[in-house]
């Protein structure tokens, strides 16, 4: 984990660096909008059905030039993600808090369109679970740093697209996948997989 926090600072230092060799401002700004996030299971005992679960996102983000069609654009996020799944003993929804540090870089293909993609590193705050049925409702909440279930650091990719309507105020949608899988040993109550998520959100730069 230190190291994937070391790397995301160097990366950000040198587009900082590179930056200040143009003649274009680096601008801040702040996002937030909605997640539609599902899981992708691997091995284990992972033999159940799930469905999106609806979330959102919001935090700052940097626009950092480079060339004239190229931007260094990092971001740092509080992120909503899990899944819901159905059973004939009722429904279960995972819903898990991260931070999300993309460190994106941003192609722009046209006036207003621009393209991004680059890695992401997300850091596990808590997981919620909530099961119910005919019965009532029952609630878990669990602090990862108190708990081994699952890996506190992930390794991701995001790609995805912005427009921009004027030089303040711009939509994003992208897409986000885990490389690394949550944990090792997969079972129904805590399976084994992989987090992806859509993400449709409204940014304004300062």
């Not at 600072?9 to 930056?19: C, D, E, H, K, R």
């Not at 069609?69 to 004939?88: Q, W």
């Not at 409702?137 to 697209?161: C, H, M, N, P, Y």
């Amino acid at each position: 984990m230190k190291k994937i926090i070391i790397l995301a600072i160097g990366l950000f230092i040198t587009g900082v660096a590179n930056a200040q060799s143009t003649d274009k401002a680096i601008r801040l700004g702040v996002k937030a909008g909605v997640n539609y996030s599902n899981i992708i299971k691997d091995d284990g005992n992972n033999n159940f059905k799930t469905d999106y679960l609806v979330g959102y996102h919001a935090g700052i983000t940097l626009d950092i030039p480079l060339l004239p069609n190229l931007a260094f654009t990092p971001e740092a996020l509080y992120s909503t993600k899990g899944y819901k799944s159905s059973s004939t003993f009722g429904d279960f929804t995972q819903t898990t808090h991260f931070i999300d540090i993309p460190i994106l870089a941003s192609i722009k293909l046209a006036e207003g369109l621009n393209v991004v993609a680059g890695p992401q590193v997300s850091f596990l705050l808590s997981t919620n679970n909530k099961f119910e049925n005919g019965f009532g409702t029952t609630e878990q909440q669990i602090v990862e740093d108190d708990a081994d279930r699952f890996k506190k650091s992930l390794v991701g990719g995001v790609i995805g697209f912005r427009y921009d309507f004027n030089n303040k105020v711009g939509i994003n949608g992208r897409y986000a996948l885990d490389f690394q899988k949550n944990n090792e040993n997969g079972s129904t109550q805590t399976p084994e997989y992989k987090n992806q998520v859509f993400q449709l959100g409204l940014g304004v730069k300062f």
